[in-house]
C-alpha cells in the first residue's frame, strides 16, 4: 500500500521517432480509437498519435456521453449499431472500465407529427435490428416519476421512442482505456505535440510539421473534431463543415432522481444523472460559427427552461459547472469517414454534437479505411465526395437535439 | 451575451439576430454550366475559419435586414458590420 503513490504510468508518452508508417492527428477518443484497431486489427504498430493538447482534452472530455444507435437510414443505423456493439464488449476488451451503463434512451414526442416521426424511425430500427419500441405517456409517468407527463403542460407529452441498449459511458475513461490498449501494442503517444502542417509531394502526404519536430510518414488519419478544417486547409482541401460551440451543463450532486437518458427534440433538451449525482444536462449549439470553446448565454437560458418544462421539480436545483467543445457540423448530420484527393491523407471528422456514441465503431472502421486504403463497407457511404454526388444521408432527425 | 451593431437599428443583444453562416457567397449565374463538384462546393462547402470571419446575419427579431458582419471566431469579437452591397471596411479580401 503507498497510498495512491507510485501508480504505474498508463501509457508511456516516449519523444517521437523519425519516420511511422502511419501518424493519427488528434487525441481524443476517436483518434485514440482508431490507433488502437489499427494496431490490433491490422498490425499496424509502428504508428503515433500525435495531440495538441492533453488526451481527451476537446469533446471527448466535454459531451454528455449519451450512446445509442436508432439513427433512421440504413447506412447511420449500421454504423452506430456497431459502435454500440463494441460498447458492449469495451470495458473487457480494454481491460479498463468505461462505465458503459445501459440505461436506456428516451426521445419524447409532442405533436402528432413527432409521434409519426417517432413510429417511422422504431420501425426502421427494427428492419435494421436495432432495438427500439415505442412508449406510452402512461408507461413514461411509470418509468421516470418526476417527467411533467401531465396534459396541462406547455408542450404535453404523446409518447416516446426508447432504446433499452442505449445509455451513457464515462468519457475519460474511454480516452485513457483506448490509450492504454495502444500503448501496450506498441502505438506511440505523443501529447503537446500540435500538427502546424502537412507536407506533400506530387501529390502525395510525405510528413508533418509538428511543435515536436517534423515527423516523416506515408499515411495520415486527421481526428480533430472542430479544427478540421484548420487541418484540411494545410493541405489545400476544403470540406463540408461548419465549427460550432456546443455546451454542456452539470448540477451539484443530488440524491438518485433519475435512472435513464430524456432527451426532447421539440422542447429541446435532454438530461441524465451521473453516477456522482449531479444532473447532466445539453441542448443545441450556438449558432454562430466558432472555435472559442465556450457559448453564449442565452443559450444557457433556452436549455434550462426546456429542462425545466418537462422537470419542473428541478427548478430548485442549483447549477455547478458550464463549458463548451466545438463540434464540426455537416449538412446532412452525418460524419466524413473518407480518403481526400491528397494519397495517403484521410479524414475522421463531421461527427458534430453525437460522434461520443460512435468512438468504438468510428476507430475501427477508419483504422480499416487506413490499413487497406479502401473503406469498410459500413463507412463507404460517409465519403466526403457525397457532397458532390448528392447521396447525403439525412439524419437531422434522428440526430434532433444535439446528442 | 454579444451585443451586435444591426448597421440599421445601432447596437443589440445577440438573442435579436440569427446567425445565416459564411457571407459574400454569390449563386451561380448559370448552375447547369457548372461541373458537379463546382456546384456541390457551392452549396455545401464552407471556408470556416479560426480567426477573422466574413459572416452574414438577421436581424430576425427586430428590423428582419440582412447585413453583413466581420467578427472573430477565435474570440467572438466584431470588428465591423455593413449593408448588403457594401464591401467590408476592413478592406480585406474575403
Ligand atoms: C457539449 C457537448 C456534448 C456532447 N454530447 C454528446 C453526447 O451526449 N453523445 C454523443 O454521442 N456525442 C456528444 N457530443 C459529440 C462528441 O463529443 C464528439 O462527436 C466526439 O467526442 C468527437 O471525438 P473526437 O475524438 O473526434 O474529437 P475530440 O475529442 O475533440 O478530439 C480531437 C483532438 O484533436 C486535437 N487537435 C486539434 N487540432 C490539432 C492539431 N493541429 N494537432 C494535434 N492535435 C490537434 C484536439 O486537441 C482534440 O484533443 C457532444 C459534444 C459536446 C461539445
Ligand atoms: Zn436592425
Known sequence: MSHHENWPKAWRSPEPKKRYDAVIVGGGGHGLASAYYLAKEHGMTNIAVLEKGWLGGGNTGRNTTIVRSNYLWDEAAHLYEKSVKLWEGLSQELNYNVMFSQRGVYSLGHTLQDMRDIERRVNANRLNGVDSVVVSTEELSKRIPYLNTSADARYPILGASFQARGGTARHDAVAWGFARAADALGVDIIQNCEVTAIRRDQGRVTGLDTAKGYIETPKVGVVVAGNSSVLAEMAGLRLPLESHPLQAYVSEPIKPVLDTVVMSNAVHGYISQSDKGDLVIGAGIDRYNGYGQRGSYSVIEHTMEAILEMFPVFSRVRMNRQWGGIVDTCPDACPLISKTDVEGLYFNCGWGTGGFKATPGSGWVFAHTLANDQPHELNAAFAINRFISGALIDEHGAAGVAH | ?94
Not at chain 2, 51 to 80: D, I, M, P
Request: with cysteine; charged share 25%.
Open chain 2, 1 to 94: 451575451m454579444l451585443l451586435i451593431n444591426c448597421p440599421y437599428c445601432g447596437y443589440r443583444d445577440e438573442s435579436e439576430f440569427h446567425y445565416e453562416g459564411e457571407a459574400h457567397i454569390v449563386r451561380p449565374s448559370d448552375p447547369d454550366a457548372l461541373s458537379d463538384a463546382e456546384w456541390g462546393d457551392y452549396l455545401f462547402f464552407r471556408t470556416n475559419p479560426k480567426g477573422w470571419h466574413k459572416e452574414l446575419w438577421l436581424h430576425s427579431a427586430g428590423c428582419r435586414q440582412y447585413f453583413n458582419a466581420e467578427r472573430n471566431t477565435v474570440t467572438y469579437k466584431f470588428k465591423s458590420t455593413y449593408k448588403i452591397g457594401e464591401s467590408a471596411p476592413s478592406g480585406e479580401a474575403s
